[in-house]
């Protein structure tokens, strides 16, 4: 399966509305790299209260929706997939270049670096129209 519908995101995210941070999924290799977008609306909970006069998605939440797009790739792992979890165990060279306002579509990119047992490391990349808004190297643990 190269691509993913909301429905199947769901199979393999335990996240749900509002903090569901993937619409679809591009492409994906399990255990080792995904692609997915996530549609910035402005009717997000979120623009309520962070900049109401000039909407900005936070860039905590394009962290955690890169973390989501590995959790794609990483679910594929679990001998039982629907008694994992996963679990942010760190962030390291977090950048972001450009805000994200309503109206983008944020591109998503995780490529895993490496692994050893349930710990698991990424690079994520953010990008709308082909720019790289935010970049970051995070770590994953598992368990389940």
């Not at 255990?31 to 900005?56: D, L, R, V, W």
Request: aromatic share 12%.
């Amino acid at each position: 399966m190269t691509t993913m519908d909301i429905e199947e995101i769901k199979k393999r995210l335990k996240h749900r509305f509002p903090f569901l941070m993937i619409d679809r999924v591009l492409e994906f290799e399990d255990g080792q790299s995904c692609t997915a977008y996530k549609n910035i609306s402005a009717g997000e909970i979120h623009f309520m209260g962070h900049f109401p006069e000039q909407s900005i998605f936070p860039g905590v939440l394009i962290i955690e929706a890169m973390a989501q797009t590995a959790g794609i790739a990483i679910y594929g792992a679990f001998e039982n997939p629907d008694e994992g979890l996963m679990f942010f165990a760190g962030m390291d060279n977090v950048k972001f270049k450009k805000p994200v306002v309503p109206g983008d579509q944020l591109i998503l990119k995780t490529q895993k670096i490496k692994q050893k047992m349930n710990f698991w490391v990424f690079k994520g990349e953010a990008f709308v129209d082909d720019k790289l808004v935010a970049s970051a190297e995070f770590k994953l643990a598992t368990a389940g």
